[in-house]
């Protein structure tokens, strides 16, 4: 069985209060189930219920725990949980932490284990008690053993971010956040004097083929946890922040066939009743919509658990 569960489903920044109850207000962290394999997905702020969750009962049952963590990519909102990972205090627990090469010259253990320095924390790195190793890896294709296939694809945000794709069983989830549709980066207006028509012309092409690349890595995805952090009016404000709409990420599950659309990395600013009602709008309007069947969708909550 190939499971997905949400501990924290917010983007860019925790927001608990009164008004995000429902759908939570931790960063992201997902917890998915392939068989008897743990994996988890970023380590931001929903790794600490997790971390509580994984104590009372895998390390009750097992004596230890053993999980694969995939980071999407470095941005603080998607590592900032780790200090607060109550596993990596305890001896016997391994954990392998795979993510992509973030900036410059620094290591995905250099940028995550900086957190845990006397300028920002009590404890240092090399005083946790877990076995902890780091992987560093890029768009590749993985078996990862116990019959878990693993694809993971370059998205589209300011620093190096990868999307996940995990088989199992013939079930498939996909993680595509923090992510923004290729664009034209060059003029199209004529009149400017920027204006190059060839470049202009390559420039579209280009972001049409990688649109098309995610697409694929999408195809037929039992469930696809999409960033939707803005409506398509707020999304014109924000170009090149690397995030995506809501109407964005159903009309790419629409064009790949997903069966299950979830949107994922929820603004800080919207609350409970802005989210319901948001997401009552994209269900009347999909319902209305020609063509190819319209995937199930919901946002993400915390605390819910899906079966591909």
Not at 146 to 156: F, P, S
Not at 244 to 254: F, L, M
Request: hydrophobic share 35%; proline share 6%; charged share 25%.
């Amino acid at each position: 069985m190939l499971t997905v569960r949400f501990w924290g489903a917010r983007g860019s920044i925790p927001c608990p209060g009164p008004d995000t109850v429902k759908y939570g207000g931790n960063t992201s962290c997902l917890e998915i189930r392939a068989g008897e394999r743990l994996i988890i997905i970023d380590l931001g702020t929903g790794i600490r219920p997790l971390g509580d969750w994984l104590l009372a009962h895998d390390f009750k049952k097992n004596g230890c725990i053993e999980a694969d963590i995939f980071i999407t990519h470095t941005h603080w909102d998607h590592i900032m949980g780790f200090p607060v990972f109550a596993p990596i205090f305890i001896p016997k627990n391994k954990l392998w932490i795979h993510g992509p090469v973030s900036y410059e010259e620094d290591s995905l253990e250099t940028i995550i284990s900086a957190q845990l320095s006397y300028r920002y924390w009590p404890v240092r790195a090399s005083e946790l008690a877990a076995r902890i190793e780091y992987y560093q890896i890029k768009e590749t294709s993985l078996n990862l053993g116990d019959g878990i296939q693993l694809t993971t694809k370059y998205l589209n945000h300011p620093i190096l971010c990868l999307g996940y794709r995990f088989e199992y069983q013939g079930k498939s989830i996909v993680t595509a956040y923090d992510h923004e549709p290729f664009r034209n980066l060059f003029s199209i207006d004529p009149a400017d004097p920027a204006y190059d028509e060839e470049a202009a012309r390559e420039g579209r092409l280009a972001a049409a083929e990688e649109n098309e690349k995610v697409i694929r890595f999408f195809q037929g995805a039992d469930i696809l946890i999409h960033d939707a952090q803005y409506t398509e009016t707020a999304y014109r404000t924000h170009l090149g922040w690397g995030h995506s709409s809501y109407e964005q990420a159903i009309r790419n599950a629409v064009r790949a066939g997903v069966k299950k659309l979830v949107f994922f990395h929820h603004d800080p600013v919207h609350t409970d009743r802005q989210l319901e009602k948001i997401e009552r709008n994209c269900r009347a309007k999909l319902r209305g919509k020609p063509g190819k069947p319209a995937p199930e969708i919901m946002m993400a909550m915390e605390g819910i658990t899906l079966k591909a």
